[in-house]
């Protein structure tokens, strides 16, 4: 069974950084393009990124670029989100998504508030 | 960045009609077209990757179709667990884009 498991969400005061997780298991992690996308409260989905098997090539949205970068650890099977300079505009869900064809495995999701 | 235009945003149906959703982009995606269901627990299950193709376990009344720029995913008879939020996206290209959403729900 395809799993996906984000980890490290919380309460983060603005202007901080954090960094989530994204556990995957029951395929091989290697062979996939990963991403990431989230959705603020009352609000639709937003992608925020892709990174393909070997970490060559990254992609993300625009307005995000500078301030969330996407990793992986093949030998962990584990995607990465660093999150810095965190705002309020920043609370959400965050979700971690296998993407060969469209996203085919989402996770749960791991909450992320932004608030002192 | 290619933008996505959902509607209707709001679609109130019964048990066993069928419904249409439609996904407009702003250039074509030459199919690149896929669709995801979201339950009020936030969970999103993946329906429908380039234009047409059923994600594994999805259920037959669910379909799509397309070209170009204009998109639909067509649920032929509701059921129940299918009161949910849809959203399309593009994989077109990069950024990847959704559409604003669909509140599919109970008349």
């Known amino acids: 069974e395809v799993k996906l498991v984000e980890s490290g969400g919380g309460l983060v005061q603005p202007g901080r950084s954090l960094k989530l997780s994204c556990a995957a298991s029951g395929f091989s992690f290697n062979d996939y393009w990963m991403g990431w996308v989230r959705q603020a409260p009352g609000k639709g989905l937003e992608w925020i990124g892709e990174i393909n098997q070997d970490s060559s090539t990254i992609n993300y949205t625009p307005s995000l670029k500078d301030k969330f970068t996407i990793s992986r650890d093949n030998a962990q099977n584990t995607l990465y989100l660093q999150m810095s300079k965190l705002g309020s505009e920043d609370t959400a869900i965050y979700y971690c998504a296998r993407a060969p064809m469209g996203m085919d495995a989402w996770g749960q999701g791991a909450s992320v508030t932004v608030s002192s | 960045d290619i933008q996505m235009t959902q509607s209707p945003s709001s679609l109130p149906a019964s048990l066993g009609e069928r419904v249409t959703i439609s996904c407009r982009a702003s250039?074509?995606?030459?199919?690149?077209l896929n669709w995801y269901q979201q339950k009020p627990d936030g969970t999103i299950k993946p329906l429908i990757y380039y234009t047409s193709n059923l994600q594994s376990g999805v259920p037959s009344r669910f379909s799509g179709s397309g070209s170009g720029t204009d998109y639909s995913l067509t649920i032929s008879s509701l059921e129940p667990e299918d009161f949910a939020m849809y959203y399309c996206q593009q994989d077109a290209s990069f950024p990847l884009t959704f559409g604003s959403g669909t509140k599919l729900e109970i008349k």
């Open positions: 250039q074509g995606i030459s199919n690149n």
